[in-house]
């Protein structure tokens, strides 16, 4: 199997409040790139996924890079000081207020997530850290991230911020709305706000129904893979930076960026502006 992470220990006293008797996204996408706080449920989930597409590893941190690479645009050159980190994630490598202060310290970001793994393993990281914070909170309910003290806190919505959405609206079911959904986070956003978005991509391929199978019907129960056209609607009404919506590893690409990738075709993004 190529690219697979080692597995790791079960360390259950180490996320309080985890629900251990299913898959959590969060985890699952942590033992992908390679983390250490995951679960024999998640190891499972993770396997159906790699029985799928071998590479499968490959997407998330390819994915990861999109999201490294968007955030040293949106503070370097768009000159954003304020971020929303929705679906964040466990801690990992290059996290978003590390790649944000080495650009600006005097950037605020908040991360929100619905994993309460998230929430202590985050505040673990941050310590006493004023310039960030991270909460629990839901993409589905965008009240409760913006009625969250430490949003109110940081984040002033009266002035051009980021969203981040990367890799997380995957996650949701044509049956929850994902479109209104951004459309509610979007049309918070003031003028000269931004939107990053990341998702798997439907590209006519067998590979993504295969994957989408693999993600659908494995444990972890969501990852749908969607079209260009479906994708391009997450972004109505902004103006996208260029080069648009492309292939992930086509935006901005550096150094580190992989020219031949075998999933190259499985995920994009882009990132819009508000005017």
């Known amino acids: 199997m190529t690219n697979r992470p ?3 220990q079960d360390t259950r006293d180490e996320v309080p409040g985890a629900d251990l008797s299913r898959p959590s996204i969060a985890r699952v996408y942590d033992y992908v790139l390679g983390g250490k706080q995951h679960f024999e449920v998640d190891r499972r989930a993770a396997q159906s996924i790699f029985d799928a597409l071998p590479d499968a590893p490959l ?3 390819e994915n990861r890079h999109f999201l490294r690479r968007g955030v040293r645009y949106l503070v370097a050159e768009a000159g954003i000081r304020q971020i929303l980190d929705i679906g964040s994630g466990l801690p990992t490598e290059g996290n978003v207020h590390e790649l944000a202060h080495e650009v600006a310290p005097d950037a605020r970001v908040v991360y929100v997530d619905n994993d309460p793994g998230v929430l202590a393993h985050g505040r673990a ?4 850290d004023p310039s960030t914070a991270v909460i629990t909170a839901d993409l589905r309910d965008p009240d409760s991230i913006f009625g969250n003290d430490a949003v109110g806190r940081l984040i002033d919505t009266g002035e051009p911020y980021a969203i981040l959405l990367s890799g997380i609206v995957q ?9 209104g959904i951004v459309a509610t986070l979007r049309d918070r956003l ?4 931004y939107l990053l978005l990341s998702h798997f991509l439907d590209d006519d ?8 199978r693999g993600f659908l019907q494995g444990g972890l129960g969501t990852g749908r893979f969607r079209t260009w056209d479906e994708l391009r609607r997450f972004f109505d ?3 996208l930076v260029e080069p648009g919506l492309v292939y992930a590893n086509d935006w901005h690409p550096d150094a ?6 075998p999933v190259h075709t499985l995920c994009a993004g882009a990132i819009g502006r508000k005017d």
């Not at 996650?171 to 479109?179: K, N, S, T």
């Not at 003031?190 to 706000?193: R, V």
């Not at 580190?256 to 990738?261: E, F, I, L, Q, R």
Request: a negative charge; aromatic letters at 0%; glycine letters at 16%.
């Open 256 to 261: 580190a960026t992989p020219t031949d990738s």
């Open 125 to 128: 990281l941050l310590g006493r």
């Open 6 to 8: 080692a597995a790791g």
């Open 190 to 193: 003031p003028a000269g706000g």
């Open 171 to 179: 996650h949701l079911g044509d049956d929850e709305d994902p479109c």
């Open 205 to 212: 391929e067998p590979r993504a129904k295969r994957l989408e």
């Open 237 to 239: 009404g902004l103006e």
């Open 59 to 61: 997407l998330a941190r």
